[in-house]
């Protein structure tokens, strides 16, 4: 049984692939290639933008893909959504599609859109989203470069976002959230109803989520006086309970823990202060809960 699988080519490749890297599954891409070959016997994948993932997911050319949420309701695709993934191209945060105008313009709410022209990559979106706030506007498709339409080709644009600096470089002003969305793993609907298929989906959604949860923390380990342990003990942050374990040395306890990497330059000189020795910090891949 082979489980084909869609990748999404383009701003996502580059931290897809990382994050599946992480979770365990080494992908080997060909420049001019859209089928990168994977050490998982188990596995095909293919390259494909994740604008068109949802609508080859519910046609079952895959069985599971990679795309945004945003992208599954601007189809309107049929599918099961397993796992929210939060990552993007440039930050482990979620994107945001935003009513954008000139700064300086009339333009302050999605009323004032009565009449106007939009531009925008996310059509079906933009017209509910007009419909919601009982707006009529004219909503036309962007190809890209959607920010330098307006304002000769456009009055507003909705567009996605990650920092907002692209649209302060191109002096437009955020009226409006339209939409929040994050990376989701999805399914077709029949693969998912297959047991042995559902194993192989649930099992990669695992990996990718250890993955995802392992960002930003590292493991701690070190040696402590047994006397000591009670002090470390209310220093630590740790996800659960330390692990504790005796040493040959019945005055000493080694102690191993999980903590945010950004607490460790405070965590650490604390540890030597209290007695902590052989103190080894390492990185995580994969965190499973």
Known sequence: MVIKLGLPKGSLQKSTLELFRKAGYNFSVSERSYFPSIDDPDLEAMLIRAQEMARYVQDGVFDCGLTGHDWVI????????????VYAKCSMRP?????AAPEGSNIN??????????????????RRY??????????????????????VLADAIIEVTETGS?????????VDIVLESTTRLIANKASWKNPAKREKIENIAMMLKGAIDA?????????????????????????KNP??????????????VVIDENVVRKIIPELKKLGGRDIIEYPLNKVIA
Do not use: Y
């Open 95 to 99: 994107v945001r599609w935003v009513l």
């Open 243 to 256: 692990t504790v374990n005796a040493l040959h040395d019945p005055d000493w306890v080694a102690v191993e």
């Open 109 to 126: 709410s999605a009323k004032d859109l009565q009449g106007r022209k939009i531009a925008t990559e996310v059509v079906n979106i933009a």
């Open 215 to 239: 960002e930003g923390k590292v493991g701690i380990k070190f040696n402590v006086p047994r006397k000591g342990l009670e002090a470390v003990m209310k220093i630590l942050p740790a996800m």
């Open 166 to 174: 692209s649209l302060r470089a191109n002096k437009l002003k955020i």
């Open 130 to 151: 007009l419909e919601a706030n009982g707006v009529q506007a004219n909503v036309e498709f962007s190809w890209g470069a959607t920010e330098a339409k307006v304002p």
């Open 74 to 85: 601007e189809n309107n695709a049929d599918v099961v959504e397993v796992a929210d993934l």
